[in-house]
């Protein structure tokens, strides 16, 4: 069952449709997504204001950056945020439940097989973990856990369209409470969990994120936005 | 030095001497050892023997590297485990009821528990250890059929065996209940020498210190010689438990696709040795568990070190085309392509190691692709 969260206006409802309905292309999913990043940094903005005067770090995966983690950077961007402020990291992550010669589930992690961390001191920002959906917590405990090894950030966002019931909680048991009792939640729904051998939550994001929007592989994407900053990045350097 | 620290010797004595005991004193600091057979024949053997290392400490307090140098002969001993009707003659009908009852009820209480489950991770971890540095492959078995069962490590080659007892409470006692637990260790240490092993530890496993500095000093004679009260720490997060726990941390880092693994890393290794033994449960080589938890992609574990070199399996001509791409660093660390892009903001680990099938295949592509610039192969990457 659906519950909206009172930062869900008419807008992000309307967007979430969008991402649920399984008739929308893959084009109308991508601009969709793209805009709930937007919505979720106007909330951030609006929110958190006195932490966005400050240094930003925004993190995401492969399958974010081109879109939700886009439409939150520029949000942030549009609400006032200098460009200097912010940083970015993006992680490839791989989901893996089962062995190749087993069909039985009898593990979960999300091992890192590539990363873009643009430099940053991580204890003096504010860390906005943003994602499609927070379902088990598994990617976002462990890119959050790589960041935050030899470093604590003075607040930490997660922000995702959707999450599921129970997550936040899931996640911040992952962590210790000194690092846990920083976690803030920005998201606009809350959905069961998932029951089927999928994993895929309903109504959710309408079903896995890199099939809706287009992608042939993860492993194998690199994000124009990842392209566009590390060409920056050197070209200042 | 306490004959138990002298666990590497054993390799070096020839399988064809088949004395079950031997008398064994050391000088203190010199690699040489006399043993005198029980038996009455007497031999000298000169044997090398390491000193723990100092910064490594297990979950007992007293574990040692083992030897890397040293390969042992396999020996053909043959250890046949006590049936039920063997016991039973040889300890009466009473010792055969409580070990039934006992499985029955350790069946029941391990499923899903999440401390027996990273015990036997750690267990395992452990155990490869030594298998890749000394070719020492052990058995390991949950719920086993015995009076001090919940995991029991066999190596009857060495005519050794190691079981666990474990306790994720902090009121364990020897003499609680009549005596159960200190009698239970009795007639396990009975079993295992009747079966023919002759370096028998049995160990209670506790998740509380306190309980286990006091069931050190209240241990019963009749089973001192073989038994001891060890810690072994419990959490719901076991990445929380490899952070806090030094020891922990290394033992399963040892086994990482990198070389220096973070807690999260070290907890992945966790859970797929875990979930390999899952699959293979309740009995196992430990050989075979390794072999499951490699099959991963990515790979989370590293392949065992072996004589064909990693670092020969990348072609020269990839590493030409490699070289040459502007700001890109790469190296072979434990077996696995590692590569990052200056400034340092993008790396990444190749998901598969050199010694795999797709490895060459990666390289075929590098070189059809001849690329001047990182960018040109970064999504092979």
Redesign the interface.
Known sequence: MRAYTDSADDSARSLLGILADQSSNEELYRTAMRRLGEALARVIASNYASACQGNVYIVCTVEDADFLARGLLDGLLGAGVSSSQVRFACFWNERLRKFKNSDRETFDIAPIVKQYKEPIDVSSTLLIMVKSIISGACVVKTNLSALVEHAMPKRIIVAAPVMVHGSQDKLASEFPSELAERFEYVTFAYDDPATGADHLVEPGIGGSVYKRLGMESKASYVPELVKRRRQSLSASA | MPAEDLRPVDRNVPSRLSVHRWKVSVSAQRYRASFECLEGRSVRLSVHVRPSSPGHRDAEGSGCRPDRTARRPMSAVVIQRMSDAQLEQLLGREALELRIARHRGGAAAARGHDYEQLFIAHRVARLLMKLEMNGSDATIEEQANEFVDDVVVRRDSDRCVKAYQLKNTNNVSWTADGDAIARDFQLQAAVCEMEGYTRIRLRLVCSDQQRVAALGTTLPAAIAATTKAIYFPHG??W??LIDQYLWMRDDFAFLSRKADP????C??VA??L???W??LKPKAPVSAVFE?AR????A?LRPFVTADDPESRLRSDVREILDRLPGFNYAIVRGFLTWS?D???????V?FDCFDLEFGILQDQIVQRDPATF?EI????
């Open positions: 719901q997060k990445q929380s973070s807690s999260m890393d907890a992945e859970s797929v875990s979930g390999a899952t699959l499951q099959k991963t992609s990515p989370v892009l400034p340092g903001t993008t790396s990444g680990i998901k960018e970064e999504e092979l990457l």
